[in-house]
Protein backbone atom coordinates (compact mmCIF):
# COMPACT_ATOMS: atom_id res chain seq x y z
CA UNK A 1 0.00 0.00 0.00
CA UNK A 2 2.96 2.27 1.08
CA UNK A 3 5.76 2.44 -0.88
CA UNK A 4 8.93 4.43 0.12
CA UNK A 5 11.54 4.84 -2.68
CA UNK A 6 15.54 6.58 -2.00
CA UNK A 7 17.63 7.55 -3.93
CA UNK A 8 20.67 10.10 -4.33
CA UNK A 9 23.55 7.64 -2.59
CA UNK A 10 26.54 7.33 -4.52
CA UNK A 11 30.72 7.20 -3.03
CA UNK A 12 32.03 10.54 -2.70
CA UNK A 13 35.36 11.24 -0.42
CA UNK A 14 35.44 12.72 3.29
CA UNK A 15 34.59 15.76 3.77
CA UNK A 16 32.57 15.63 0.76
CA UNK A 17 28.29 16.09 0.85
CA UNK A 18 25.26 13.94 -0.63
CA UNK A 19 21.73 14.49 -0.04
CA UNK A 20 19.47 11.77 -0.23
CA UNK A 21 15.78 11.41 -1.47
CA UNK A 22 12.94 9.48 -0.36
CA UNK A 23 9.54 9.60 -2.35
CA UNK A 24 6.02 7.90 -0.90
CA UNK A 25 3.54 6.72 -2.65
CA UNK A 26 0.20 5.71 -0.93
CA UNK A 27 -2.20 3.72 -2.87
CA UNK A 28 -4.99 4.37 -0.30
CA UNK A 29 -4.45 8.06 -1.00
CA UNK A 30 -3.36 8.81 2.62
CA UNK A 31 -1.77 12.50 3.09
CA UNK A 32 1.72 11.82 3.53
CA UNK A 33 2.03 15.28 6.14
CA UNK A 34 0.65 13.35 8.77
CA UNK A 35 2.97 10.96 9.13
CA UNK A 36 6.75 10.70 11.36
CA UNK A 37 9.69 10.10 8.79
CA UNK A 38 12.91 9.16 9.71
CA UNK A 39 15.88 8.12 8.16
CA UNK A 40 18.22 4.81 9.24
CA UNK A 41 21.61 3.22 8.10
CA UNK A 42 22.96 0.21 8.37
CA UNK A 43 26.81 -0.86 7.84
CA UNK A 44 28.35 -4.16 7.14
CA UNK A 45 27.96 -6.72 9.97
CA UNK A 46 26.04 -4.27 12.33
CA UNK A 47 22.52 -3.63 13.44
CA UNK A 48 20.29 -0.97 11.51
CA UNK A 49 20.89 2.52 13.41
CA UNK A 50 18.93 5.40 13.54
CA UNK A 51 20.20 8.56 11.74
CA UNK A 52 16.93 10.92 12.19
CA UNK A 53 13.18 11.77 12.34
CA UNK A 54 11.21 14.55 11.12
CA UNK A 55 7.34 14.63 12.57
CA UNK A 56 4.33 15.89 10.78
CA UNK A 57 5.48 19.54 12.46
CA UNK A 58 8.90 19.48 10.57
CA UNK A 59 10.16 18.94 14.09
CA UNK A 60 13.55 16.79 13.86
CA UNK A 61 15.67 14.80 15.91
CA UNK A 62 19.21 13.29 15.41
CA UNK A 63 21.38 10.62 16.68
CA UNK A 64 24.50 12.12 17.92
CA UNK A 65 26.70 10.98 15.37
CA UNK A 66 25.37 13.42 12.98
CA UNK A 67 24.18 16.22 14.58
CA UNK A 68 25.07 19.40 12.86
CA UNK A 69 26.48 17.47 10.07
CA UNK A 70 23.29 15.98 8.60
CA UNK A 71 19.42 17.97 8.52
CA UNK A 72 16.44 15.85 7.56
CA UNK A 73 14.14 18.08 5.48
CA UNK A 74 10.27 17.25 4.02
CA UNK A 75 8.25 18.34 1.12
CA UNK A 76 4.97 17.35 1.67
CA UNK A 77 3.59 18.62 -1.86
CA UNK A 78 6.08 16.42 -3.26
CA UNK A 79 5.57 13.43 -0.79
CA UNK A 80 9.31 13.78 -0.46
CA UNK A 81 11.84 13.69 2.73
CA UNK A 82 15.33 14.41 2.29
CA UNK A 83 18.38 13.90 4.36
CA UNK A 84 21.49 16.37 3.37
CA UNK A 85 24.88 15.11 4.10
CA UNK A 86 27.71 17.11 4.89
CA UNK A 87 30.94 16.74 6.04
CA UNK A 88 31.36 12.94 5.39
CA UNK A 89 33.40 10.56 6.90
CA UNK A 90 34.07 6.81 6.40
CA UNK A 91 31.85 5.83 9.15
CA UNK A 92 29.42 7.07 7.53
CA UNK A 93 29.43 4.38 4.81
CA UNK A 94 26.09 2.23 5.20
CA UNK A 95 22.60 1.71 3.50
CA UNK A 96 20.68 3.92 4.03
CA UNK A 97 16.58 3.68 4.27
CA UNK A 98 13.83 5.81 4.81
CA UNK A 99 11.05 4.72 7.05
CA UNK A 100 7.59 5.75 7.80
CA UNK A 101 6.41 5.70 11.54
CA UNK A 102 3.51 3.45 12.60
CA UNK A 103 2.57 5.07 16.05
CA UNK A 104 3.93 6.44 19.25
CA UNK A 105 6.81 3.82 20.12
CA UNK A 106 10.23 5.85 20.70
CA UNK A 107 11.44 6.41 17.47
CA UNK A 108 14.95 5.53 17.90
CA UNK A 109 13.51 1.76 17.36
CA UNK A 110 13.52 0.11 14.02
CA UNK A 111 10.28 -1.95 15.52
CA UNK A 112 8.88 1.60 15.36
CA UNK A 113 8.14 1.72 11.48
CA UNK A 114 5.91 -0.20 9.30
CA UNK A 115 7.41 0.53 5.93
CA UNK A 116 10.60 1.10 4.62
CA UNK A 117 12.27 1.33 1.26
CA UNK A 118 14.91 -0.60 -0.27
CA UNK A 119 18.01 1.79 0.58
CA UNK A 120 20.20 3.35 -1.00
CA UNK A 121 24.48 2.64 -0.63
CA UNK A 122 26.21 5.63 0.44
CA UNK A 123 30.32 4.95 0.56
CA UNK A 124 32.79 7.67 2.16
CA UNK A 125 36.72 7.25 0.98
CA UNK A 126 39.36 8.57 3.31
Known amino acids: QVQLVESGGGSVQAGASLTLSCVRS???????????MAWFRQAPGKEREFVGV???????VYADSVKGRFTISRDNDKNTMYLQMNSLRPEDTAIYYC?????????????????WGQGTQVTVSS
Open 99 to 115: AQRAGSDSFFSVDSYNY
Open 26 to 36: DALGRSFGQYD
Open 54 to 60: INWSKRT
